[in-house]
């Protein structure tokens, strides 16, 4: 029996027709008539069809955000993201869509995850972020944070709450991730050091979905600094076995990893370094020394001092902050740069103001002070006036009323009571 693939093609060919490669004219106009009477019209659907979509969803659009040029994709996959840039030369308070917007089309705002965005600065950078326009999840344990801080977004369709702990790994999809989470007060902090793991983690995310990541360090990387004011090319001088150095060495080792992932796998990173900032829904009684000033002269107790009460610190306010850390996240450096108001108080003196501003009468009460207090602080913030076109507006005389009014209506439940605010801030007399 023969074979099923004996070759037969010279079975089924006419022998008559001798092979030719260019078409005859009697094919070449029947695959026209056949084109004309079938495929004609699915063609010409096709084309319409191509070009109404790219009418209506061209692939880049440039946008304008009061202030932020933005040129991307609508559509641009994930992975894309990281390779997209802003440039933000001045405030951005409102929300000008610039550019070609097709058929009515808005820009989209963009992803943001804000770790510890229930606390107190996240909380403030939400409000923000919600107010530009953008989409925001708030990742926060609660730790410190309170889901009040937050709770005017709730039912907003761009604001989203996840209670998670950033030790455990996530998987988000955002453009954005500032990473806040980390509990700040010495009383707090000691108990639950989350710098590292947490920090891995959301640069991890970072890395697996190409967003730009922000790191909020702090001004303790400097330690009880032999160099004052501090710039951000002294490497400080902390100690790396003392009660605070769970925190001070946590956020070295935060920097740390997120200069090698920036380094190492290409991620889009920036870091901040905070220095005391203060104002309305910090936590009361944390440890914080405005925070306690505060709370104290508003309760009518003594304001604790630690210490001879001569070792100083800048303060502040959380608006200027939340300013800094945008520009930091919508600009093209990498930092680290230092956040906070070069005005240098002493502690003698931040307690003056708060009798001034809360009740001359305030007693002050001297105890021994913890250990590694720092003796000086106060950033030099050349680098953030020339790269990023910050500096603070807001002097602690003009802040510090705002935060007590916050502090008295949560102590107290409302606005009258006990504790009159005896001085505004137009007070005299400090630096
Ligand atoms: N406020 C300051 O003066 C100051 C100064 C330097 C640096 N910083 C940094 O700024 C960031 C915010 O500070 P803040 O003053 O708003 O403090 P905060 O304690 O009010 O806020 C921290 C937030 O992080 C959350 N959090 C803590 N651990 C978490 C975890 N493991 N998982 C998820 N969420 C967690 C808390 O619940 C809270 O909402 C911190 O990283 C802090 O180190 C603040």
Redesign the pocket.
């Known amino acids: 029996m023969g074979s099923e693939l004996t070759y037969r093609r010279h079975e089924s060919q006419p022998t008559s027709e001798s092979y030719s490669p260019k078409p005859s004219w009697t094919a070449v106009t029947g695959v026209a008539r056949y084109m004309l009477r079938e495929r004609l019209v699915f063609l010409l659907v096709g084309i319409a069809i191509a070009t109404s979509v790219f009418t209506v969803i061209p692939f880049t659009t440039t946008t304008t955000t009061g202030g932020i040029t933005d040129a991307y994709s609508i559509s641009e996959p994930v992975q894309l993201m990281s390779t997209r840039r802003s440039v933000y030369p001045t405030g951005f308070d409102s929300f000008n869509l610039g550019g070609k917007i097709p058929l009515g089309l808005k820009r989209k705002g963009l992803r943001i995850a804000v770790?510890?965005?229930?606390?107190?600065?996240?909380?403030h950078l939400v409000d923000r972020l919600i107010a530009r326009g953008d989409s925001v999840i708030v990742?926060?344990?609660?730790?410190?944070?309170?889901k009040d801080?937050v709770m005017h977004h709730f039912g907003n369709p761009r604001f989203e709450l996840i209670r998670?702990?950033?030790?455990e790994p996530l998987l988000l999809e955002v453009d954005q991730i500032y990473?806040?989470?980390?509990?700040?007060?010495p009383v707090?902090?000691k108990f639950?050091p989350?710098?590292v793991v947490?920090t891995l983690n959301m640069l991890g995310l970072a890395k697996r979905i190409g967003a730009r990541f922000l790191l909020?360090?702090?001004?303790?990387v400097y330690g009880d600094p032999l160099q004052h004011p501090q710039v951000e090319t002294y490497w400080g001088n902390v100690n790396p076995i003392g009660v605070r150095s769970c925190?001070d060495e946590g956020?070295r080792t935060a920097e740390t990893l997120t200069m090698d992932y920036n380094r190492g796998a290409g991620v889009e990173v920036r870091i901040a370094?905070?220095?005391?900032?203060?104002g309305p829904?910090?936590?009361i009684d944390?440890g914080?020394v405005v925070s306690n000033f505060v709370a104290q002269a508003l309760r009518k107790e003594p304001l604790t001092v630690y210490g001879d009460g001569k070792q100083t610190r800048s303060f502040?306010y959380?608006s200027d902050?939340v300013e800094g850390l945008m520009r930091l996240m919508e600009g093209e450096h990498v930092g680290p740069f230092n956040l906070g108001n070069p005005g240098e108080f002493t502690m003698l003196e931040l307690a003056q103001v708060v009798q001034e501003t809360i009740d001359p009468n305030a007693k002050i009460e001297f105890k021994p002070n913890t250990e590694d207090d720092p003796h000086k602080r106060k950033p030099d913030i050349t680098k953030a006036k020339e790269l990023l076109g910050w500096q603070p507006k807001v002097p602690l005389r003009k802040g510090l009323p705002m935060m007590v009014s916050d502090f008295r209506q949560r102590i107290f439940g409302d606005q009258n009571t006990p504790a009159a605010t005896t001085t505004s801030s137009s007070s005299t007399a400090m630096p």
Do not use: W
Not at 115 to 123: I, K, N
Not at 164 to 167: A, I, T
Not at 216 to 220: I, K, R
């Open positions: 770790t510890g965005g229930a606390g107190f600065v996240g909380s990742v926060d344990n609660f730790f410190t944070g309170n801080n998670h702990d950033v030790v990473h806040l989470a980390c509990p700040a007060s707090h902090y639950n989350t710098n947490g909020t360090s702090t001004s303790e925190y956020k370094r905070i220095f005391n900032t203060y829904r910090m936590c944390d914080r502040q959380v902050l």
